[in-house]
Every structure is written in C-alpha cells, then in structure tokens.
C-alpha cells in the first residue's frame, strides 16, 4: 500500500467512532462485527495492568470480553484524536480519547473515567475497512461522584 487517500482516513475515523457509540449502546455483537474473524482485541486489567495486558482473540471472544460494559448504569466513549498510517497489510493508527463509566455505588454513582489510547491495526475486507487488532493502554484513571443523571430526574434513580 503506497498511502492512505482521504475516504481511507474518513473511513478510519468512522470505524473509530462506531466501535465507541456501540459500546455506549452495549451492542458488543456490533463491535465484534467490526473486527476481521481472527481479530484481537488486548485490553488492560485495571488497577493492577493498565498496559494491554490480556487478549481476546476472535470475533466471539471480543463479544464475550465487552460484556463487562453490562456492569455499567451507562458509558460515554469519546475520540479525541486519531492518526493513521500505511502499513503492507492495511493500515495502523493510534486513537485517542476518555472512557467514562457510570458505576454504582453506596453514596450514589460514580464516573470512573479512563483516559486512553489505542494502537489499533487494520485490514481492508469487502465490506470496507475493520480491526485486526486493537490494544487498550489506560494512561490515567479518575473517579469523580457524580451528582446527578437523567435517571434521577426521570424518577427512576437514587
């Protein structure tokens, strides 16, 4: 591959952003349709490993492993920034952004935010471009109370 044209880089980027919005709608069978058949997706093991750390190899074990986002009350997955490059297979990238994980609590709920990057491969497949394989570094974590969500103002919270 001699370079990446501008639909390459948007389409990068879209499937960047996908893989983010269907976390934050739970859909793990999206995210692992985003994956080539025998992808991998490494992913750290907080607090203790906050480098990838273990790998889930295959479409069904990338599902399997984003069933933990179920312990969630909800997620926001933002991108923040992304650089891509050519590679003999496809394409690399690393990708930037902050997960946010609303989590209960005794005293209410908590955002336990995740600022991370991830050093992504890619492969272009008939039905455009996906991940071969995708490694999460958290770089930092922060845990704020959170005072209020929709939930409590729907009546159906603390």
Do not use: C, K, Q
């Amino acid at each position: 591959m001699t370079g990446l044209d501008a639909a390459d880089l948007t389409a990068l980027r879209a499937l960047s952003e996908t893989y983010a919005a269907a976390a934050d709608d739970r859909d793990a069978a999206a995210i692992g349709a985003l994956f080539v058949p025998d992808g991998v997706l490494v992913v750290p093991e907080p607090p203790a490993h906050l480098d990838p750390h273990v790998s889930h190899v295959g479409r069904s074990a990338v599902v399997a492993a984003l069933g933990a986002l179920a312990g969630t009350l909800a997620t926001t997955h933002v991108v923040a920034g992304t650089r891509y490059l050519p590679t003999p297979a496809g394409a690399r990238g690393r990708v930037r952004g902050t997960a946010h994980h609303l989590l209960p609590g005794r005293d209410g709920p908590s955002d336990l935010v995740w600022f991370l990057h991830y050093d992504d491969e890619y492969a272009r497949t008939d039905e455009g471009w996906a991940f071969t394989r995708r490694a999460v570094t958290i770089n930092w974590i922060e845990r704020h109370r959170v005072s209020l969500t929709r939930a409590d103002e729907e009546g159906t919270g603390r």
